[in-house]
């Protein structure tokens, strides 16, 4: 079975950026210690771009039921609410998607 790819994007008004920005740098510790225990989880990265105003959560998962975890985890929608009163907003719904093919990096002798 493919890996499932989970993509959830917050955007904001440029004046926001910032202060959501660290938020999302803040959001680690908290975060970290619950997601890196759920069961299927391969790779997981926050990031953030500035030209658009936006911030991703991109992880990566060994099939949907795992990536689905997130959809109840307390900590991430207590965060989301913050986010929230701080004037940000994430597209709905969170995106799931089924690898269809994947690369990586070729091997150097």
Same mark, same amino acid.
């Given at each position: 079975?493919?890996?499932?790819?989970?993509?959830?994007?917050?955007?904001? =008004?440029?004046?926001?950026?910032?202060?959501?920005?660290?938020?999302?740098?803040?959001?680690?510790?908290?975060?970290?210690?619950?997601?890196?225990?759920?069961?299927? @989880?391969?790779?997981? $990265?926050?990031?953030?771009? #500035?030209?658009?105003?936006? @911030?991703? %959560?991109?992880?990566?998962?060994?099939?949907? #039921?795992? =990536?689905?975890?997130?959809?109840?985890?307390?900590?991430? @929608?207590?965060?989301?609410?913050?986010?929230?009163?701080?004037?940000?907003?994430?597209?709905?719904?969170?995106? %799931? $998607?089924?690898?269809?093919?994947?690369?990586?990096?070729? =091997?150097?002798?």
């Amino acid at each position: 079975m493919p890996p499932v790819v989970r993509v959830s994007i917050i955007r904001c =008004a440029p004046d926001r950026f910032a202060d959501i920005r660290q938020m999302m740098i803040d959001a680690d510790e908290v975060l970290r210690p619950g997601v890196e225990a759920m069961p299927g @989880l391969l790779d997981f $990265y926050a990031g953030d771009d #500035e030209t658009t105003s936006s @911030l991703t %959560n991109v992880s990566v998962w060994v099939d949907l #039921e795992s =990536a689905k975890q997130l959809d109840h985890f307390q900590p991430m @929608l207590d965060l989301g609410k913050e986010f929230v009163a701080k004037g940000a907003t994430f597209e709905r719904p969170v995106m %799931n $998607y089924t690898t269809l093919w994947q690369l990586q990096p070729v =091997a150097k002798d």
